[in-house]
């Protein structure tokens, strides 16, 4: 039978102690009491995302794992960063129930994977570079008097950007395929702090955090002597310093000029319909209609008008007879009253197939002309895995496939120029998920847009956080780019988000929320906003993700450091006399 405890310490047993004693039985609680830990600390992080917004705990969120990984092997240290992983995910992803009831028990699996990479790595470099050689050699004991003394700071410094800078590394390849609830997020309402991605991307708010739980956990292995103490004083005031230089960074991002475009937001409020029946696809175009002519008869008309993503469940050039009068109303309102429009829709990618063949779905802005006619349009770039397509469909097995596909595979857009929706108006068209990727809103920029437009559909999430999620994950990206984004959703969420990330402008309808970015309902929402012509580019869109690279940097002088370490204490031992063998401590 598998010895646990042989397993995770990465030492056989000794015979002696192979039968069940007293010894091994608290060893193995305090291991479990461990993981526990770990997974409360991932609970942490959960608890600092919406719906709850303690931020506050994002400080703490990485503390418990670290302290346990550092002195850990390097098994129990994956298996430590797993626990804090599923702690995490399982309860920050619950929103996703409301697709199947069982993904969120099944996420926790494959996500926490990342965690446990990053703690697996702790144990090596905790050993190989907090120590010096001549501490190292002389066993546990001088490794204890050195760690509890000042001269233990540096190293202390150096192990805590370490593990940041790592933990950022490993999160910034999470990026790459699901970046939903990374550790900037719980920092969405810290205006000051959030300032700084403009300069670093989010990847420099997710650093702070994590550093500030690395400091406290290096504190916490010191027992709070002075070098411990003098690491967490250095981690406030970094904190400090951080928020400051971000209130300089405000008093140059909120100035603005006179507005000088005036979209309208419209928010039908229109239930989840992906499989709509005629009669719903019908009822969701009118209800649209009705807004758009409402919206559009006051004495002051819009500049544009703009529908959410998917606002009618139908694709807009079918043969169906609703996508029929889905041309038919859009063409009628632009006749009628001489505005353009644009459109989040389903519709086929250009050019549609002559030979009969069934054409590539898409998810798409469509912009419309003061007389109704298709000028401009925009395909989502960057998909939902396995809600708009299937990754590796073609190696999946059949009964997989069979339980998770939603019956589509929408092809990707190319495209990323910025659809000119009026006079010095080039907007970043983001649809919906996408909306969530500095990448692309980055792209937009650097192609010249100078304002952001999101088109959004919650209406999978009726009654979860997610849509609050959401909004908390798009909000850096106006921060980045510097450009002030305009958000249309379908069931809540239509607003404005200020380049310094302060949200405004928001759609009031009737709801028990307090906070009106939460409240669903149907309505209009008449905009006024400044688009400057030509706006400066951040230092994230000129440069991109230069902190990334930085921080690589580093942690790859960190490894090297630690495995010239590592390579010359095992020359050391093995130069010892081979009758005398060194047991280390």
């Known amino acids: 039978m598998l010895n646990l405890r042989s397993f995770f310490s990465g030492k056989p047993v000794p015979a002696a102690e192979k039968e069940p004693n007293e010894a091994g039985l608290v060893s193995f609680r305090r291991r479990l009491a461990e993981l526990a830990l770990c997974f409360a600390g991932g609970g942490c992080f959960a608890a600092a995302l919406p719906p709850l917004n303690f931020s506050v705990l994002a400080l703490v969120a990485l503390t418990p794992v670290i302290a346990v990984a550092a002195r850990s092997r390097w098994r129990f240290a994956a298996l430590a960063g797993y626990a804090w992983g599923v702690g995490w995910s399982l309860f920050a992803f619950r929103f996703l129930r409301e697709i199947d009831p069982v993904i969120p028990f099944l996420m926790p699996w494959v996500i926490s994977l990342w965690p446990a990479c990053w703690a697996a790595c702790l144990p090596f470099l905790w050993r190989n570079t907090l120590f010096p050689l001549a501490v190292e050699l002389d066993g546990y004991e001088a490794r204890k008097r050195f760690l509890t003394g000042p001269a233990a700071f540096g190293r202390l410094v150096l192990f805590a950007f370490g593990a940041a800078a790592l933990y950022t590394l490993f999160e910034w390849t999470r990026s790459r395929l699901f970046p939903w609830n990374d550790l900037s997020v719980t920092m969405w309402r810290n205006i000051p702090l959030l300032q700084i991605a403009s300069v670093t991307g989010h990847y420099g708010i997710m650093f702070v955090p994590a550093f500030f739980g690395a400091a406290l956990a290096g504190a916490a292995l010191t027992r709070f002597r002075l070098a411990g103490v003098k690491l967490l004083l250095l981690a406030a005031a970094l904190f400090a310093l951080l928020h400051a230089a971000g209130l300089l960074l405000y008093t140059h991002h909120a100035k603005t000029g006179e507005p000088n475009w005036f979209p309208v937001l419209l928010q039908g409020d229109i239930s989840q319909r992906r499989n709509a029946t005629p009669a719903e696809a019908d009822e969701a175009l009118d209800i649209y209609a009705a807004l758009a002519r409402?919206?559009?008869?006051?004495?002051?008309r819009p500049d544009i008008v703009i529908w959410p993503e998917s606002a009618v469940p139908?694709?807009?050039?079918?043969?169906?007879?609703?996508?029929?009068?889905?041309?038919?109303?859009?063409?009628?309102?632009?006749?009628?009253?001489?505005?353009?429009?644009?459109?989040?829709?389903?519709?086929?990618?250009?050019?549609?197939?002559?030979?009969?063949?069934?054409?590539?779905?898409?998810?798409?802005?469509?912009h419309f002309d003061r007389s109704g006619r298709l000028v401009h349009k925009y395909d989502k770039i960057h998909r939902v895995p396995f809600g708009e397509y299937i990754p590796f469909r073609e190696l999946l097995p059949g009964f997989i496939i069979d339980r998770i596909d939603m019956n589509r595979d929408l092809a990707p857009g190319t495209n990323f120029n910025p659809v000119p929706l009026g006079e010095n108006v080039r907007a970043g068209v983001a649809i919906c998920y996408e909306g969530i990727f500095s990448y692309l809103t980055r792209a937009f920029a650097l192609r010249g847009a100078n304002v952001l437009v999101v088109l959004s559909n919650d209406a999978w999430y009726p009654t979860s956080s997610e849509p609050e999620q959401h909004l908390a994950n798009a909000v850096t990206r106006a921060v980045e780019t510097g450009l002030t984004m305009v958000r249309c959703g379908n069931n809540g969420g239509s607003l404005v988000v200020l380049p310094t990330g302060e949200i405004t402008q928001v759609l009031e309808v009737p709801g028990a929320e307090k906070r009106l970015e939460l409240r669903r309902g149907r309505g209009i929402l008449p905009v006024r906003i400044h688009v400057p012509e030509q706006p400066e580019k951040t230092v994230f869109v000129r440069f991109g993700e230069w902190f990334v690279l930085l921080l690589g940097i580093g942690c790859a002088a960190w490894m090297l450091f630690a495995v010239e370490q590592f390579v010359r204490r095992k020359r050391h031992l093995r130069s010892l006399t081979v009758n005398q063998p060194t047991k280390e401590q």
Do not use: C, W
């Open 294 to 300: 409402e919206a559009l008869q006051g004495e002051v």
């Open 314 to 366: 139908v694709p807009f050039r079918a043969a169906h007879p609703i996508s029929a009068k889905f041309r038919r109303t859009v063409q009628s309102l632009g006749l009628s009253y001489r505005v353009p429009m644009l459109v989040g829709a389903i519709d086929f990618r250009d050019p549609l197939p002559r030979d009969g063949s069934t054409p590539q779905v898409t998810n798409s802005a469509l």
